[in-house]
């Protein structure tokens, strides 16, 4: 089995959204994750998507779009995104999912060969895009929310400290590459590697990959890969 992620697949199946007006890299780009997508996974494969799947607003909209992503080879664990509008109620997304496909909030997953936890995440405090006043509430929920995805993980684990933890995250959990609550909790975990998306060019910051506290940071948003999922070394 090989990891594989992706994230901010922003698909439209309706047209509503069209990428194509966030530059000329994303003319086709539903077309392009799918050739490459499937040159590249095998159907015993893992794919972790990260957020923003899907632009749709109503779950039953969504459908479309998660049946594109559903109809690739291997098994999808998706955590929501920022712009995912559609998932609301985690048991609702859990019911209307296909087959091979999978919500990650509040828990964590054993693939073989590898345990995977996460949480959304949200804008860093001490960030332009941080209001105070206004965002500590949702800031503190993920981090807990995290807290509760790493306690699933390590029950998970079962004391095997050879078996590779994978955090995923649609936010950065760290804009710079220093230490942020969200690192602390996933060096703590004993994570090897942690993914996250949201972020989007042309404008990108100097260095998306770090490494902290034992742990590689990598950023799969779709754009950045170049709409190719990228292979995770565990």
């Known amino acids: 089995m090989t990891v594989w992620a992706i994230s901010d697949l922003h698909l439209s199946s309706s047209g509503a959204k069209p990428m194509e007006i966030f530059g000329a890299c994303w003319e086709g780009h539903a077309r392009k994750i799918s050739s490459a997508w499937r040159k590249c996974v095998e159907p015993d494969d893992t794919v972790l998507i990260p957020g923003d ?112 933890l994978v955090v995923m995250m649609h936010y950065p959990p760290s804009e710079d590459g220093s230490p942020t609550p969200f690192t602390d909790l996933i060096s703590a975990s004993g994570a090897s590697v942690c ?12 260095a998306p990959d770090f490494e902290l506290g034992g742990v590689s940071y990598r950023l799969v948003s779709a754009d950045w890969l170049d709409f190719e999922p990228v292979r995770i070394t565990l």
């Open 53 to 164: 799947v899907s632009w749709a607003l109503r779950l039953e909209e969504a459908l479309p779009d998660l049946s594109i992503v559903a109809s690739l080879p291997g098994r999808k664990i998706m955590l929501r995104g920022n712009h995912d509008y559609w998932w609301k109620s985690l048991s609702r997304v859990r019911a209307a999912l296909p087959e091979g496909f999978q919500a990650l909030q509040n828990d964590a997953f054993d693939i073989g060969g590898a345990i995977v936890a996460g949480t959304r995440g949200w804008s860093l405090p001490g960030s332009e895009l941080f209001v105070e006043g206004r965002d500590e509430a949702a800031f503190a929920r993920e981090a807990d929310r995290l807290a509760i995805s790493l306690s699933a993980a390590a029950r998970a684990r079962d004391g095997r400290i050879d078996m590779p």
């Open 195 to 206: 993914i996250f998306g949201h972020l989007h060019g042309p404008v990108w910051p100097q």
